[in-house]
């Protein structure tokens, strides 16, 4: 019978409201403007440099994770380090979803803190546009 054997360590910080996503064999979780990244072989917890503002929903793409919330995103290049902005999305929202699809980002649904969206945007890392 498989059995699921718990023994990783608890984060530094606890989180609700967060995102989680993977690069290689790290697993890096990001709540508020802290982000905690997981080495799946050494087992331990990283705190990495912090984001400018807490985030909401966040993907990988290639080397660069890229995390969003109201009308703003920026990337984290997971080869330097360093995090930059990025163009401002169209539509301000929060609890939305993303996704990559074909190379670009995929932004679906949320609200803006008077109705619940429907819409989607797409950005394009090759343009930098939203659209």
């Given at each position: ?18 995102a989680a996503v993977t ?58 380090k360093q995090w930059s ?47």
């Open positions: 019978m498989n059995t699921f054997n718990n023994d990783l360590p608890s984060m530094n910080s606890r989180r609700f409201l967060h690069h290689g064999r790290r697993i890096f979780v990001l709540g508020g403007d802290a982000v905690e990244m997981f080495d799946i072989d050494t087992k331990r917890w990283t705190t990495i440099p912090s984001m400018r503002r807490g985030r909401c929903a966040a993907v990988v793409l290639g080397d660069d994770m890229i995390v969003m919330e109201g009308n703003e995103a920026e990337q984290y290049n997971l080869i330097s902005p990025l163009p401002s999305m169209n539509t301000g929202r929060d609890g939305f979803a993303a996704a990559v699809l074909d190379g670009k980002i995929i932004v679906i649904g949320g609200y803006n803190y008077s109705e619940c969206l429907a819409s989607v945007e797409e950005y394009d890392p090759s343009t930098g546009e939203w659209r």
